[in-house]
């Protein structure tokens, strides 16, 4: 089969992970016989050096007439300044909001062979493996009003937290189809104690309850759900919270696995279903760490298992996509680390030395 990827490897280590999971993608198309026919653009701040803009029409474009997205990380220092008027990050929310990707998919998985590695003891993270669905366009991030404005009494700032009733049957349906699709249960995340719009959420969370008899449905909130993440993760299947709580839910869960660089996402516009091909966009969850751009240590999991989603979700490649996650599980097990997960009496390689371990294991698979 042939299909059409456009590449957005943006800054910091973005361009150098994203490298090694197009390498892993090709890897792919040679043992299974498809074509990958990539685009390559510019977006965040790479973007504003070269053109004025995080996002383009022409990186928009891309976005618009290829099968998918595999993106890297935008930002950095040099465009941090609170002043600026552009500002990467606002490529990053922009794509997404064109893309009409509403639901971003975080698996976390702490593989057996990396448990010692988790800063939590091993007893608490053992066969942990749990997702966390993050509604990604609208409450705190997007509605407005929102901005700083003078007054006579200083500076007030402020941001909107709004949904609509359809924005939170959508995304809380993606989590009920993936809870039916693992260990059916859900845990709909809120702080409806508190907020208007969380109340919402958990009524309709509970109203869509009735279509998914086979899934048990849990609301929790989520300071609550915050500290039993660290207490006994293993509780958990899969998670859906609204865009905020989701942002730190799962970097907070990121942890469980030992390094943010081993962890993918999916970021989609429907419902994910087996076998159907539907865009997507799809990125490591960890963000550009200029500390360590261009050293050649960063850890590519986190971009090869994002391709692995991809081929899965957007491409209807279900085997290929296990196939990756076979290979990663593989080299893992050969003791070979980045800098990041590293331990004693573990071999500590590079980046590219990683992406090599992974299309060898994909090769040698076939």
Same mark, same amino acid.
């Not at 508190?194 to 959420?201: I, N």
């Not at 309709?204 to 279509?211: D, G, N, P």
């Not at 090869?304 to 209807?316: E, N, T």
């Given at each position: 089969?042939?299909?059409?990827?456009?590449?957005?490897?943006?800054?910091?280590?973005?361009?150098?992970?994203?490298?090694?999971?197009?390498?892993?993608?090709?890897?792919?198309?040679?043992?299974?016989?498809?074509?990958?026919?990539?685009?390559?653009?510019?977006?965040?701040?790479?973007?504003?050096?070269?053109?004025?803009?995080?996002?383009?029409?022409?990186?928009?474009?891309?976005?618009?007439?290829?099968?998918?997205?595999?993106?890297?990380?935008?930002?950095?220092?040099?465009?941090?300044?609170?002043?600026?008027?552009?500002?990467?990050?606002?490529?990053?929310?922009?794509?997404?909001?064109?893309?009409?990707?509403?639901?971003?998919?975080?698996?976390?998985?702490?593989?057996?062979?990396?448990?010692?590695?988790?800063?939590?003891?091993?007893?608490?993270?053992?066969?942990?493996?749990?997702?966390?669905?993050?509604?990604?366009?609208?409450?705190?991030?997007?509605?407005?009003?929102?901005?700083?404005?003078?007054?006579?009494?200083?500076?007030?700032?402020?941001?909107?937290?709004?949904?609509?009733?359809?924005?939170?049957?959508r995304v809380v349906r993606v989590g009920f189809e993936l809870a039916r699709g693992?260990?059916?249960?859900?845990?709909?995340?809120?702080?409806?104690?508190?907020?208007?719009?969380?109340?919402?959420?958990?009524?309709?969370?509970?109203?869509?309850?009735?279509?998914?008899?086979?899934?048990?449905?849990?609301?929790?909130?989520?300071?609550?759900?915050?500290?039993?993440?660290?207490?006994?993760?293993?509780?958990?299947?899969?998670?859906?919270?609204?865009?905020?709580?989701?942002?730190?839910?799962?970097?907070?869960?990121?942890?469980?696995?030992?390094?943010?660089?081993?962890? @993918?996402?999916? =970021?989609?516009?429907? #419902?994910?279903?087996?076998?159907?091909? $539907?865009? +997507? &966009?799809? *990125?490591?969850?960890?963000?550009?760490?200029?500390?360590?751009?261009?050293?050649?240590?960063?850890? @590519?999991?986190? =971009?090869?298992?994002? #391709?692995?989603?991809?081929?899965?979700? $957007?491409? +209807? &490649?279900? *085997?290929?996509?296990?196939?990756?996650?076979?290979?990663?599980?593989?080299?893992?097990?050969?003791?070979?680390?980045?800098?990041?997960?590293?331990?004693?009496?573990?071999?500590?390689? $590079?980046?590219?030395?990683?992406?090599?371990?992974?299309?060898?294991?994909?090769?040698?698979?076939?």
């Amino acid at each position: 089969m042939e299909f059409n990827i456009a590449v957005l490897g943006g800054d910091g280590i973005g361009p150098e992970v994203t490298d090694q999971g197009v390498r892993v993608l090709e890897a792919v198309g040679r043992a299974f016989g498809h074509t990958f026919n990539l685009s390559y653009g510019d977006i965040g701040g790479i973007s504003i050096d070269k053109h004025g803009t995080p996002l383009t029409d022409e990186t928009i474009g891309l976005l618009d007439s290829n099968d998918a997205v595999l993106f890297g990380a935008v930002g950095g220092p040099k465009w941090d300044s609170p002043d600026a008027k552009v500002r990467p990050e606002i490529g990053l929310l922009d794509m997404r909001a064109h893309m009409g990707v509403f639901a971003n998919i975080r698996p976390v998985k702490v593989y057996s062979q990396l448990v010692e590695s988790s800063v939590l003891k091993p007893d608490i993270v053992t066969g942990v493996d749990l997702v966390v669905v993050r509604e990604l366009t609208g409450g705190l991030y997007y509605a407005e009003p929102r901005g700083r404005r003078e007054t006579p009494n200083g500076i007030v700032a402020e941001d909107t937290m709004r949904y609509t009733e359809g924005e939170i049957e959508r995304v809380v349906r993606v989590g009920f189809e993936l809870a039916r699709g693992r260990r059916k249960k859900l845990a709909s995340v809120d702080k409806a104690n508190v907020l208007e719009c969380s109340r919402l959420w958990r009524t309709v969370a509970t109203r869509l309850a009735a279509e998914y008899p086979d899934v048990e449905l849990e609301h929790v909130l989520v300071d609550a759900c915050a500290m039993q993440l660290i207490q006994r993760p293993i509780d958990y299947d899969v998670i859906v919270a609204e865009n905020t709580f989701g942002d730190i839910l799962s970097d907070e869960a990121s942890m469980l696995a030992a390094s943010m660089g081993l962890l @993918p996402s999916a =970021s989609l516009a429907g #419902v994910p279903v087996a076998g159907m091909r $539907s865009g +997507g &966009l799809y *990125e490591p969850i960890h963000g550009t760490a200029p500390d360590i751009a261009g050293k050649g240590i960063a850890n @590519p999991t986190g =971009s090869i298992l994002s #391709v692995a989603l991809m081929v899965r979700y $957007s491409l +209807g &490649l279900t *085997e290929e996509g296990a196939a990756i996650e076979l290979a990663v599980d593989q080299v893992l097990g050969q003791n070979v680390r980045t800098a990041d997960i590293v331990t004693e009496g573990t071999q500590q390689v $590079s980046t590219v030395e990683m992406g090599d371990r992974v299309v060898a294991a994909i090769e040698q698979g076939s």
